[in-house]
């Protein structure tokens, strides 16, 4: 969580993603089949403690980013490492399992309905063999529940029976069940009443505090992301585009696309919105079993020029710890 004065960074990558690609063979009929490309390698890392902010519009790549690295999916290429061990072997990704974990986007189609709070949140700590007793089992049960502020009486409840926010806390307390020190979290107050997003959100910061933990917080909305997050990255079709301390990257963001996804974004600071020229965000995105050549967001960027349908921009550090895609950085900041 950041304030603006404080990052925590350790500098230190709990996790690193180098060149992740993740395509989908999706059948062509007769003619066989084409590849999906939903990741197409991307690389960053996530620092210890940290919440890095993962945005883009939807079907951009976000989740499947998520699933991949968390080893859901068998990568189609790259490497992730964990704490700077690459992540080889069964026997890795077990491991990785139990520090690495997901909380979903839509509380109401990842619980299942006709199992207790407390087997829920019980059922990884089955997978995992993490109790010595009955006894334990229902201490720990307790104590993940008490972590997201439900009561012991809710134990015995049925996940059908809670509200949205409810099940979603049920859904974290099953994410800590492994008493993981990373957490994908896949949009996981967007499913969920404005009125009580920034309940759950809060909850987010303090057990990142209190678990020292770290995130990889997905999201549409990029001013949910700008409070929760240190750093921010941007996809756009399978494709990172960039990537920067999160105020800088609100404040002074240098790709056409992010400028635009910013400029959509009601502004309250009258300073921030006169910094920045209103782009409007024009044209569909292309899917991405067709994605042009070049750079992708060409089809759409207002500064496209013929390099741009040519060759595809380097994804590059561009000053001290900002990272960005473009060929034509340099005439449009
Ligand atoms: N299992 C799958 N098989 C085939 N295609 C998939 C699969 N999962 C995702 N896709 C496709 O990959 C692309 C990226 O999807 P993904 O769900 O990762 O996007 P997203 O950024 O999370 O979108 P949203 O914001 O809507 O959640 C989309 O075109 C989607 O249709
Ligand atoms: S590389 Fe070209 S098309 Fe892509 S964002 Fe930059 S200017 Fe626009
Ligand atoms: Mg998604």
Do not use: W
Not at 148 to 163: D, I, M, P, Q, T
Not at 171 to 183: E, K, N, T, Y
Not at 231 to 250: F, N, Q, S, T
Not at 284 to 297: K, N, R
């Amino acid at each position: 969580m950041s304030d603006g004065t404080m990052t925590k960074q350790t500098g230190q990558p709990i996790i690193s993603v180098k060149h992740l690609k993740q395509y989908f063979d999706i059948s062509d009929g007769f003619l066989g089949s084409r590849p999906l490309k939903a990741v197409d390698d991307i690389s960053f890392d996530i620092n210890e403690g940290e919440t890095l902010g993962l945005v883009g519009e939807s079907g951009c790549g976000k989740t499947t980013a998520g699933r991949s690295l968390l080893q859901l999916y068998k990568p189609t290429a790259g490497e992730i490492f964990y704490r700077g061990k690459k992540i080889v072997t069964k026997s890795d990704i077990a491991e990785f399992r139990k520090k690495a974990t997901m909380v979903f986007q839509d509380p109401y189609s990842s619980l299942d309905p006709r199992m207790t709070v407390a087997d829920i949140i019980g059922e990884p700590l089955d997978v995992h063999h993490m109790y010595s007793s009955k006894e334990e089992r229902r201490e720990k049960i307790l104590t993940l529940m008490e972590h997201v502020g439900l009561n012991s009486e809710h134990a015995a409840r049925y996940a059908h029976e809670f509200s949205g926010g409810q099940r979603q806390r049920v859904g974290i307390a099953r994410a800590l069940a492994v008493d993981p020190d990373f957490i994908v979290c896949d949009e996981p107050v967007s499913a969920l009443d404005v009125s009580i997003q920034a309940q759950v959100i809060n909850m987010f910061a303090e057990l990142q505090e209190k678990m020292n933990l770290t995130y990889l917080f997905i999201a549409h909305d990029l001013l949910v992301v700008r409070h929760i997050s240190d750093r921010i990255a941007v996809m756009y079709l399978g494709h990172m585009v960039e990537l920067g301390k999160a105020e800088e990257v609100y404040s002074k963001p240098m790709h056409p696309y992010t400028k635009a996804l910013i400029s959509a974004v009601p502004v309250p600071d009258p300073k921030v919105a006169k910094a920045n020229k209103r782009i409007a965000l024009t044209g569909e995105i292309p899917s991405p079993l067709d994605a042009p050549s070049g750079c992708p967001f060409r089809t759409r960027c207002q500064y496209a020029t013929e390099q741009c349908a040519a060759e595809v921009p380097e994804f590059k550090e561009v000053e001290s710890g900002r990272f960005c895609a473009c060929h034509r950085l340099s005439e449009i900041n």
